[in-house]
């Protein structure tokens, strides 16, 4: 696979990284990942103004221009992907090379950019089934909100998960769901769908807003409210919303069968609204 490292493209296996740059040293950088649908991007604006945020609220002096497009295409050309290929797009930037220090280097660095782009199918047998998710203490740091590379208690809870024989794990904090490891997550109950305000304890997905969106334009009733975990019994539909799942409809949670074990109304609609979106903006 060619990638991308620091403006030059270079076979993965042979590109390589100063030791001293701080995203290696200590996580000190943000990242985006993008969904790339018959060639082009899915909500490039919004992907970049997000990643902008990040970038700002680390201090990381760099301000996007059409890089972010250059280099996706770039990269699709070099690794002569096709239009039919469904690809993520992984760009992330570090303040560069310092020796090691918590305080930002005096001296300005050269920012160090890493981006790939790999195939990835949805999954689908998550997608038409449902995945099972448990529940795991939201150990996180308190700016969630912040695309960070640093992912140790998501990676932590997805592992657990998986020892555990789920798919998937559902942070809580102060009894509260706020989101899965990688993905925001959505409750519906009596026709109102839930899922929890964009603050600082989720980060606020590219495709969360979007289903918000759709949930909008389509009479659907949506509130931005969290769901305590001692409501889970009686909830109808569950499902999380992220640039690789869409919308992906989770049947159990720890013990409990969400309807049945099979995939919601609400849930059902709201992936064929997705579906039929992307028909129509990017196969016609
Ligand atoms: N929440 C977390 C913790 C994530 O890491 C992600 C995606 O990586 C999401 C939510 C979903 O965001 P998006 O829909 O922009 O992919």
Redesign the pocket.
Known sequence: MIVFVNGKYLKDNEANINVNDRGYLLADGVYE?FRVYNGKIFKLKEHKQRFQRSLNELKISHTLTDEIETIFEKLFEKNSYKNSDELFYYIQITRGVALRDHAFPKEKTEIGIYAFVSKKDLNEKAYNEGLKVCTAPDNRWAR?DI?CISLTA?CLAKQNAIDEGFDDALFVHDGVIT??????VFFVKDNIIYTHAATNR??S????NFVIDLCNENGFKLKEFPLTIDKLKSIDEAFL???TLEVTPIVKINDISINNQKIGEITKKLQSLFKNYLQENFYK
């Open positions: 990942g969630c695309k998501n989101e899965a490891t990688a993905s925001n989720i980060l997905g590219i495709t969360r919303t992220g640039t």
